[in-house]
């Protein structure tokens, strides 16, 4: 943990403007520094530049709130979104992580087509079972999400 810490992985706006406790269990902790450890922080070092948290872990009250996907790994604190400067950086901060090859899933989310940009990156890391490394896109306006090869 060099670069991010549990606080900013288990905070959110929403949970704090609703009372919502968000407050991780010892497996979720385990789980997020096993995110941090193997993911962000290797790709934070290779990026160089500051990258935004905007939401790891959410209670299950959280993640209804926010219409998360019930089987979401933030609900494990398996997952976090990340995001930089601007939706290009974004795309291809998503583009290092995957090059870097160390991830669960990458998901593009709000991308155009050729994932040149994106609203935040969704990456997840599986401490315990196999990280399946794929790559996926949610184009901006659709409910789909397509798994991609770039
Ligand atoms: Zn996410």
Not at 81 to 107: F, H, W
Not at 124 to 140: H, Y
Request: proline content about 2%.
């Amino acid at each position: 943990m060099k670069h991010f810490t549990i606080s900013e992985l288990i905070h959110s706006d929403t949970a704090v403007k609703r009372r919502i406790w968000n407050g991780a269990t010892r497996e979720v902790e385990d789980n997020l520094i096993a995110l941090v450890g193997a993911v962000l922080d290797p790709v934070r070092e290779r990026w160089g530049k500051p990258i935004a948290v905007t939401s790891g872990y959410r209670s299950a009250e959280l993640n209804r709130i926010v219409g998360g996907v019930a089987t979401s790994q933030h609900l494990k604190g398996e997952a976090a979104d990340i995001c930089a400067a601007n939706p290009k950086e974004t795309a291809r901060l998503g583009r290092l992580i995957v090059q870097m090859g160390s991830y669960d899933q990458v998901i593009f989310e709000y991308s155009n087509a050729d994932c040149t940009e994106a609203e935040w990156i969704h990456v997840s890391w599986k401490r315990v079972g196999t990280n399946r490394r794929q790559i996926l896109r949610l184009l901006k306006g659709s409910k789909r999400y397509e798994q991609i090869s770039i």
